[in-house]
């Protein structure tokens, strides 16, 4: 969550305010916390090396359409952040791919637009709506041989994936749905031996509005007003970061980078 919704080349409009459902964002995440970098975001976008054309106008026309039809759009992965996903699964040469929480699908055009056509990227999500956005896009980019998309509660697909023969690795896993889930999403696959030796996780939103270190006490000195439901749902993400530090079959680094990613992976023998 926390995304920074913009269309890329037009000057001014790209740069959108970002919001929240709760409506509570501004007053959550002051900027003067310099937490809300929206123009420093853009400025990175201007400078990164673009997608692939077809890719970037089909990520731009879906944040337009995203934005006009869901009023949680700011769920989709900044420009950027796609961006990084894409270049990751190039750098890995990852060929299977399982992602929790397509919602409209910019992460999910971003990462499979890097695929080769023999590999594959499962997505999961649960409500019918985005999903049906995703589709479109999908087969507007001709990405249907490699997208497989589930529809139904996200633990409910990955029982179903584990139970699959032969059981399937993913060398990238990116978790981005409900932050309650996180600990079952993440226990369940490498419990199921779900990633591969030389996979990695990629769990979205780990400093939630930037709430998180405040919830475990980092900054008790600069308290920012936040919403129930901003404290609770950064209570989800501090509790799953200090999980994944005491599990010792993992290692894993927390970065501050968009609304904070957490790159896991396993820990070698
Ligand atoms: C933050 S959004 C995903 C954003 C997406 N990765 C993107 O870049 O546009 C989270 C999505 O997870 C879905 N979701 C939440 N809880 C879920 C669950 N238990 N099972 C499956 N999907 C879930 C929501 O419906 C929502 O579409």
Do not use: W
Request: hydrophobic residues 40%; glycine residues 4%.
């Amino acid at each position: 969550m926390d995304k920074l919704l913009r269309s890329p080349r037009i000057s001014k409009p790209l740069i959108l305010k970002r919001f929240h459902s709760t409506n509570l964002l501004e007053n959550s995440v002051s900027n003067s916390d310099n937490r809300l970098r929206l123009h420093e975001e853009k400025y990175t976008a201007d400078m990164s090396t673009s997608l692939p054309p077809t890719v970037k106008a089909a990520l731009n026309d879906l944040a337009q359409e995203t934005l006009s039809q869901f009023g949680n759009a700011h769920m989709m992965v900044p420009e950027t952040q796609g961006s990084l996903l894409h270049q990751l699964v190039k750098l890995f040469g990852a060929q299977r791919i399982l992602e929790i929480g397509t919602f409209t699908g910019s992460s999910t055009l971003a990462m499979a637009s890097a695929l080769k056509p023999s590999d594959k990227l499962v997505t999961l999500e649960r409500d019918p709506k985005p999903q049906e956005v995703a589709k479109r896009y999908i087969h507007q980019l001709n990405l249907e041989d490699r997208v497989d998309m589930r529809l139904g509660k996200a633990m409910e697909s990955l029982i179903a994936i584990a139970k699959e023969e032969p059981r399937p690795q993913y060398d990238m896993v990116f978790i981005d749905a409900d932050k309650k889930g996180y600990i079952p999403y993440y226990d369940f696959i490498i419990d199921n031996d779900l990633l591969s030796d030389r996979g990695l996780i990629i769990a979205d939103n780990v400093l939630f509005f930037g709430q998180v270190h405040r919830i475990a006490g980092y900054e008790d000195d600069n308290p920012v007003e936040a919403s129930k439901n901003v404290r609770k749902i950064a209570k989800y993400a501090h509790d799953f970061n200090k999980h994944v530090l005491q599990d010792s079959r993992v290692q894993v680094v927390v970065l501050p980078l968009f609304d904070g990613v957490s790159i896991i992976s396993k820990t070698k023998v």
